[in-house]
């Protein structure tokens, strides 16, 4: 562990850095450095190498692995709309609502597993299908926030319907906005607006599930060298049935031009059904989301013009995990708006419902729940406005960040709308409520677009790589630190911090007068997670790739840091501004803060565990022994099976 004395000696000796020590709220920080209100190390370098790369990252959660507190997507909250913009997304609303509440009947689609052409075509008229596309191609232009706030709409009326909505305007047709060349944006996407013809995205496959990397659909490069001839199958296609321009991806076989070995790249292709050799299989039956079509699509001998490769041959890959990646803050909008419903039911039941001549409301346990319920969803929505803002404002580091918020907002949806069930008791049960189709809508939620437990490793994987990256430069640079003195420095002064206790991870100065004590339990998570994630890394090394009962636990302490600090810069926010709400916005954060350092404790004490640890092994013999038996191993107390 580096210490302060040793960074000192190291300056004297090379003479190439000045370190200052202000007292005093926080100030011009690089992310190797602590915000604080005491003593904080501020290090200017001489050296070029010394800190060209300090900004090149601003995430929050990549330099959180770091043990670096980045706080320019954070604080203050951000605000990327004009009032131009704003203007513009309150027009919106009222025909929004109108639509979901005279055109569009929720329990027809549902019991009919079907849109009508009328529903449709008032989707088409109000250009719901063609959010983001420019308006000078036919669509409304909005932006990611503006989006948000249409789902949020849509989300709280029908989920079914919203994720029919999705899957065009969002996975169907980005790859295209993103990706596609001049010529494909002026072909394609008047086709995917003013055309009425629908997009949609296929890249899972009977085999490949999570794995999306080992797609095994073949594309052929003719002889001519002027189309592909695609071959393959991909397996639960929103919007399949019905969709014409399908963004798919399929391997082409590609040779270095240095060592002359073959390889396949996966590469994303734009599909027309037009083409010929594509077919669709039938509506699958799902327990919900009952009118957003799902299919298996079957490409036999599809040939597929040279010009519709969407990107650079090899680049599928990225493509696809980009096209998730920009999408997943739309599913927490579309539950945002679920969850409201959800409390606003709840809510009414409790205010009116007398049991033991009480209003349940009166009730400390009914009052526990429907407070937990409302901090879920203002946790969830912070989430995806200040993901969805950042992107606005020009984010390009958000990807965990979104990650965060697909897991946390699918969970919590989850949560609220079962807990409102349970307040509703028998009434909650019956369709009638409504309530039980969201219940079913709500469960796939946490499967796609990046299933849960896969996205809880990924958040954790990319953090300690950025990590591991770390520490491995710290240690080259230690090799020569004539040279790399700056690299020295930045991981030096916040180990040295973190060893002897100077700085720490103060949030005080950037939140309001009334949220200190929340701030401080945000930072005291902070600062012992990034201990914990440097104790791992030494520990497993490379190995930390099988340890994934302990990268759980550190996946569920970033989505819990991140949820906290969203919370407070948007409370802040609320008190900066003088909303109305500003009150209760205060108490929720509070409360999710204490809740949520909580679990951040108790997490990092199952990652250091040793009883822990051993419970762990026991659940890994358990879980083996009952796959080889393929069922449960023991019998009934009565021992008759």
């Known amino acids: 562990m ?321 096209i998730l990646n920009s999408g997943r803050y739309g599913l927490g909008a579309m539950l945002s708006g679920t969850m409201k419903t959800c409390i606003e039911r709840a809510a009414s039941h409790v205010s009116d419902r007398v049991q033991f001549r009480r209003k349940l409301i009166e009730f400390e346990n009914v009052q526990e729940k429907l407070a937990m319920m409302a901090t879920y969803h203002y946790v969830a929505q912070s989430l995806t406005y200040i993901v969805s803002g950042n992107m606005d404002k020009g984010s390009v580091d958000f990807h965990l960040e979104a990650a965060v918020s697909k897991v946390f907002c699918t969970e919590a949806a989850w949560y609220v709308c079962d807990e409102a069930i349970q307040l509703l008791g028998g009434n909650g049960f019956m369709k009638s409520s409504g309530l039980e189709r969201f219940l079913r809508d709500i469960r796939v939620f946490r499967i796609f677009e990046g299933a849960n437990d896969v996205l809880r490793m990924f958040i954790a994987l990319t953090g300690v790589q950025k990590a591991g990256k770390d520490l491995g430069d710290l240690q080259k640079a230690l090799k020569n630190p004539a040279r790399n003195i700056g690299v020295i420095l930045a991981e030096g002064t916040k180990r040295a911090g973190r060893s002897i206790g100077l700085g720490g991870t103060d949030l005080r100065s950037f939140v309001a007068s009334e949220l200190q004590s929340a701030a401080k339990q945000c930072g005291e998570s902070i600062e012992i997670f990034s201990g914990t994630v440097e104790s791992l890394l030494r520990a497993h090394g490379k190995g930390i790739t099988e340890r994934q009962f302990q990268l759980a636990r550190v996946a569920d302490c970033t989505i819990d840091i991140y949820s906290m600090v969203t919370v407070l810069s948007r409370a802040t926010r609320a008190v900066r501004l003088n909303l109305p709400s500003a009150e209760q916005e205060l108490l929720m954060a509070q409360i999710w803060c204490k809740e949520a350092s909580d679990r951040v404790h108790r997490n990092i004490n199952r990652i250091q565990s040793d009883a822990f640890k051993e419970n762990y092994r026991r659940m890994s013999v358990v879980a083996k022994h009952v796959s080889s038996q393929r069922g449960i191993t023991f019998t009934n107390p009565l021992e008759i099976d």
Request: proline share 5%; with cysteine; charged share 20%.
């Open 2 to 322: 580096f210490r302060l004395n040793n960074i000192v000696r190291i300056c004297d000796r090379w003479n190439t850095v000045n370190i200052l020590v202000r007292r005093g709220p926080s100030w011009a920080q690089g992310p190797g450095l602590s915000s604080t209100q005491g003593p904080s190390i501020v290090v200017r370098a001489s050296s070029s190498t010394a800190s060209d790369t300090w900004l090149s990252n601003r995430s929050f959660l990549m330099n959180l692995f770091g043990g670096k507190l980045q706080t320019a997507e954070l604080f203050p909250y951000p605000e990327p709309l004009n009032e131009e913009q704003k203007e513009y997304a309150r027009a919106l609303v009222d025909p929004v609502h109108r639509f979901f509440t005279e055109v569009n009947d929720a329990t027809r689609n549902d019991e009919t597993s079907n849109v009508d052409s009328r529903t449709i075509d008032a989707l088409w008229d109000l250009g719901l299908l063609s959010v983001y596309v420019p308006p000078e191609l036919g669509g409304l232009g909005l932006c990611n926030v503006q989006s948000v706030l249409m789902a949020e709409i849509s989300g709280s009326y029908d989920l079914a319907l919203s994720l029919l909505i999705g899957a065009h305007k969002s996975i169907g047709t980005k790859g295209i906005l993103l990706y596609g060349n001049e010529q494909q944006k002026h072909k394609y996407l008047p086709m995917l607006s003013t055309g009425r013809v629908f997009g949609a995205f296929a890249l899972t496959e009977p085999g490949t599930g999570s794995d999306a990397a080992s797609v095994k659909t073949k594309a052929i490069l003719s002889p001519c060298g002027k189309y592909y001839t695609i071959n393959g199958s991909k397996l639960w296609i929103s919007g399949g049935g019905f969709a014409d321009i399908f963004t798919t991806f399929a391997q082409v076989e590609t040779i270095d031009a240095k060592t002359g070995e073959k390889r396949n790249k996966m590469t994303a292709f734009i599909v027309e059904r037009n083409f010929g050799g594509v077919t669709t299989g039938p509506p699958e039956d799902k327990m919900g989301l009952k009118c957003s079509v799902t299919n298996e699509l079957f490409l036999d001998d599809v040939k597929v013009p040279v010009e519709n490769v969407l990107g650079e041959i090899g680049g599928g890959f990225k493509i696809a995990v980009n």
